[in-house]
């Protein structure tokens, strides 16, 4: 609605994962670097934690489109909050040949992940699976189940393992991990995300404009930015809720530049739909 008066070409704070719009602060691309190192060097565990909203899941999108053909197949998790055996189930349905249907059988869950490491190993492929929201999988018990499948055809793999388990949650899942001894032993790498800074954030609203194809890069005025930054507490989630109803409000309002009284317009609006729920 408000993209022309901008000169936008599309929404620049749009909450869905989007490539085009990431922006790699250093903080990011220092997990980016540990997440690929991991997995290239075929490692078992690596985990990336974080609070709400801070990008775990565009910085795991970005490092599992990047990977090579040889890392393969990859498994994407998004709901794991299910008992061990259907999460497993669900791992063979994506990463097992697509006219099987695993059984019900944990045995026989075993025995076809077995089957799909051997051969992918023999292909000289390496498997991906990577868990959404890990923090969830200790109140169903999973968590030791992934442990055991780390083992699966390990005498035919010159590597840790023959697949990367990537558990991506919040930061409660590192201590949920380590009160798992054997597979605390297997993490290779720990990546935690932070809140940005007001620099972190300025830059951010300014990648996420000019990604959107605004040549303006003084929409925001500094103050709005300082206002931004406190409101939302440097979580990249809440700088886009901010940002997206600000510009609205200053489209009603014809303005051409945004204000730090817009942004806390925004801020009492959507508090007031918070609060409502």
């Known amino acids: 609605m408000y993209l022309s008066h901008w000169g936008l070409e599309c929404s620049p704070f749009e909450a869905k994962v989007d490539l085009r719009s990431y922006y ?3 903080c990011h691309q ?13 490692r078992s565990v690596a985990l990336l934690c974080g609070d709400s909203g801070l990008g775990k899941s565009m910085i795991l999108e970005s490092c ?3 990977l090579a053909e040889e890392f393969s197949p990859i498994a994407r998790v998004v709901y794991p909050a299910m008992p061990a055996e259907s999460l497993l189930k669900h791992i063979v349905r994506q990463i097992g040949p697509r006219d099987s249907e695993p059984q019900l059988d944990m045995a026989n869950l075993v025995e076809g992940l077995e089957r799909i490491f ?9 498997a991906v699976v990577a868990i959404d929201e890990a923090h969830l999988l200790q109140q169903h018990g999973s968590l030791e189940a992934l442990r055991l499948i780390l083992n699966l055809a390990s ?10 388990l990537v558990l991506c949650g919040s930061t409660s899942l590192v201590s949920h991990v380590a009160k798992n001894a054997s597979l605390e032993d297997r993490v290779a790498v720990r990546c935690v995300l932070e809140r940005f800074n007001l620099d972190d954030t300025i830059a951010y609203i300014s990648h996420r404009l000019r990604s959107a194809g605004c040549a ?5 005025m500094p103050r709005a930015m300082e206002t931004i930054q406190l409101l939302s507490q440097g979580v990249p989630r809440r700088i886009n809720r901010l940002c997206d109803l600000a510009l609205m409000i200053g489209f009603a309002q014809d ?7 817009t942004i806390e317009a925004a ?3 959507l508090s007031s739909f918070r609060q409502v729920a």
Do not use: M, W
């Open 30 to 42: 220092a997990a980016s670097l540990k997440l690929n190192y991991a997995i290239e060097q075929r």
């Open 267 to 269: 801020h009492a609006e």
């Open 216 to 220: 303006n890069e003084d929409v925001f």
């Open 24 to 26: 790699p602060s250093e």
């Open 155 to 164: 005498d035919a793999c010159a590597s840790e393992s023959a697949l990367t």
């Open 255 to 261: 303005r051409t530049k945004i204000d730090s009284k």
């Open 118 to 126: 051997r051969h992918n190993i023999g292909d000289g492929l390496h």
């Open 64 to 66: 599992l489109q990047q």
